[in-house]
């Protein structure tokens, strides 16, 4: 599609090179060397900020970074001031991250914009482009924080937790030239949007087993997190017999366990522990303490309380045989979410119209949509995922696809209707 080649990069060939060479830019601005990791509120973070906002202003937006550090990009309709079509996706990482989680949908969205803005086409309608700052909750263990923030559900108490440095995010906020106490400011207003519509990454291999380059999403499954502190006692890995300890970390081991084989007996659902913490941490100490993080997905609401509650009194079973204090806290709890049929069928006609078939599937991964449903209706676009492969540095999307998801965005765009004429 010729009239898009100068919406990504001016240099680029072609809009997926151009796309590709944003995503390569943006995945070199990384807080620790060799890999991509890019947490909420660093000094890198803010650095991608900038850079946003820079490629907003050039596809012809007013952009400018809300009280949580979104970066906000608005291009005006055919008056000022009019409701707005929102696109966005994320712009922090997990640790050693892929490039594509998040930032395809920011750079494919201001992709589109440029080209409106070159073809000097206005709508019926504002479009918004914004980068949430926090959808990952790596550093915080809390979730969705910009899209909270900008859907008025932010729950001020996250502001007391702590990085793993001890930092509050109060103070990390301010540190990167925020006011902590005004993250109100970010909240919009349901009459402000139209809908709110995501391009992602699929993440998963279905796209690529169906040979499709992208897809509908349904719904967005829900999650819970938990933290799980287990706490024996310290002691001496030479004196103390075997029969006599209360070995925290021997504890977490097996609750590990049992948390795998529950959820590979249970179709449908899986659990991960993905942080696992020892102290005080030396060869010659029985640890005391042991900390770990479990994740727990299924497609239904119902399924996933109830595994939970089930694998909370294993846990509670477990700690009491070995005598081990426990705490368990949700850190993070996410309804499932549908998107809007109104909204599917918009997606699904764009993807038709660029030659594919309207493939639907739902999303195993949480977006910020999960968020902003509570003040708009929202719908995802999937992009197909090389092997299926994501949250690792091998995440990759062929250019050609990424090409295809800015075609099928831009068409959208162009012929959306909302909801009350649609
Ligand atoms: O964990 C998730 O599902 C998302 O990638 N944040
Ligand atoms: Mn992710
Ligand atoms: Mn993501």
Redesign the pocket.
Known sequence: MSEMEAAGSRKAASPGEGIVARIDELGNISEAPGQLTRYFLSKEHRAAAECILGWMREAGMRARLDAIGNVCGRYEGDRPGLPCLMLGSHYD??RN?GKW??PLGIITAIACVAELNRRNQRLPFAIEVIAFAD??GVRFASTLLGSRAVAGTFDESVLNSRDRDGISMRDALAEFGLDPDHIGAAARARRELLAYVELHIE?GPVLEAEQLPVGVVTAISGATRLAVTLAGMAGHAGTVPMALRRDALAGAAECISAVEQFCHTDTGLVGTVGVIEATPGATNVIPGRAFFTIDMRAASDAHRRKAVAEMVRRIEALARRRKLALQVDVTHENRSVQCAPWLKRQVAEAIAAEGFRAFELPSG??HDGMAMVDITDIAMLFVRCRGGI??HPDEHVDAADAAAGARVLLRLIENFKPRDVA
């Open positions: 990482t997990v991250a989680d998040g959808e990952e993440q991964a949480g994501s949250h």
